[in-house]
């Protein structure tokens, strides 16, 4: 079955204690981004990959960094959590040039 | 890149057809007009787009004006698990995201 896996789905953390969310595509997608969900703001990208070794910065790129090693996983990591990072985070894939993407489950992040 | 004005909120019967409409009236001639929904707080699903042809899928139907200024998503039998935010976003290809507004609450009622 063709999906994109995020992990954790909820997690709670402190200020300042590094993070990381898997993403991981089954599906050979060149494409690859993630995105922040918050009330009355709606989803916003952060980062995307077009390929392995190729990302590049979204609409609200602070605070976070991304790694493309491989094609099918696209972590996203936070150095240094901060509450303003409270939010739900979900990971996509797509062909390259397409806007049909797939979408995780999404990952409830709570920082304290 | 085009901006799209949706109704924040629509009821339906359930089993009636429901349809969402999305006004693009600055569309540009090689944008299309995508659909998405997201159900609760799950991550979005794609539904269907076009350029200026109407499309059919097995999930819904999307009808384009011939001046492509607006465009109608049409979920021919709505059931309870349609309820959802229904997000209508106009793009070019080669766009590295999508832009989702705030999109249309559906409620499909028993």
């Known amino acids: 079955e063709a999906q994109v896996t995020q992990n954790p789905r909820y997690l709670i953390t402190v200020t300042g204690k590094k993070l990381t969310v898997t993403c991981s595509q089954n599906?050979?997608?060149?494409?690859m981004s993630w995105y922040r969900q918050d009330p009355g703001l709606g989803l916003r990208q952060i980062y995307y990959?077009?390929?392995?070794?190729?990302?590049d910065k979204g609409d609200v790129p602070e605070g976070y960094k991304v790694s493309r090693k491989e094609k099918r996983n696209f972590p996203l990591i936070l150095e240094s959590p901060s509450p303003n990072q409270t939010s739900l985070y979900f990971c996509?894939?797509?062909?390259?040039?397409?806007?049909?993407?797939?979408f995780g489950q999404g990952t409830r992040l709570t920082v304290v | 890149d085009a901006k799209t004005t949706q109704p924040p909120s629509m009821d339906c019967a359930e089993g009636r057809a429901a349809n969402l409409p999305c006004n693009h009236s600055t569309i540009s001639g090689n944008e299309y007009v995508y659909w998405y929904r997201q159900i609760h707080s799950q991550g979005p699903q794609y539904i269907i787009h076009g350029l200026k042809n109407n499309e059919t899928n097995e999930m819904a139907s999307l009808i384009i004006t011939e001046d492509r200024k607006s465009s109608t998503l049409i979920l021919p039998h709505a059931t309870l698990r349609d309820t959802a935010v229904y997000y209508c976003?106009?793009?070019?290809?080669?766009?590295?995201?999508?832009?989702f507004g705030t999109g249309t609450r559906l409620t499909v009622i028993p």
């Open positions: 976003i106009v793009r070019s290809p080669g766009a590295n995201n999508l832009f």
């Open positions: 996509a894939s797509s062909l390259p040039g397409r806007l049909v993407a797939f």
């Open positions: 990959s077009m390929n392995v070794e190729v990302t």
């Open positions: 599906m050979n997608h060149e494409y």
